[in-house]
């Protein structure tokens, strides 16, 4: 699996730019262990995914079919951890996003 992995510092930096109100605009689809896997509410133009955060680590996940887009931070083991994560939930999170955008 080959995805995007962009530099630490420029993840630090998009890190920075999110406050409190943004976090309003990405609903929680799903917790699970150290992972938030949420979308953002100004994404319905893109196909159904969803993406998944841990500290400073982020990844995007297309639903249909479930495959990784972006990551930034997670080792390949743990990306493939959290694919068959999104793939166990991968009903739930699809009904999510379609609840929330009303498609």
């Known amino acids: 699996m080959t995805v995007y992995q962009p530099r630490a510092e420029t993840v630090?930096?998009?890190?920075?730019?999110f406050d409190a109100e943004d976090f309003r605009a990405m609903p929680t689809a799903l917790r699970?262990?150290?992972y938030r896997i949420y979308f953002y509410s100004h994404d319905f133009s893109e196909r159904p995914h969803v993406h998944v955060d841990r500290e400073k680590r982020s990844a995007k996940f297309w639903l249909d079919p479930v495959s990784a887009?972006?990551?930034?931070?997670?080792?390949?083991r743990e990306l493939r951890a959290i694919q068959r994560l999104i793939v166990?939930?991968?009903e739930k999170?699809?009904?999510?996003?379609?609840?929330?955008f009303g498609t």
Do not use: E, K, T
């Not at 630090?12 to 730019?17: G, I, K, M, V």
């Not at 887009?69 to 390949?76: D, K, L, Q, T």
């Open 12 to 17: 630090d930096a998009l890190s920075r730019q």
């Open 32 to 34: 699970s262990g150290p």
């Open 69 to 76: 887009a972006r990551n930034v931070g997670f080792s390949p």
């Open 88 to 90: 166990r939930n991968r």
């Open 93 to 100: 999170l699809l009904r999510s996003w379609h609840v929330y």
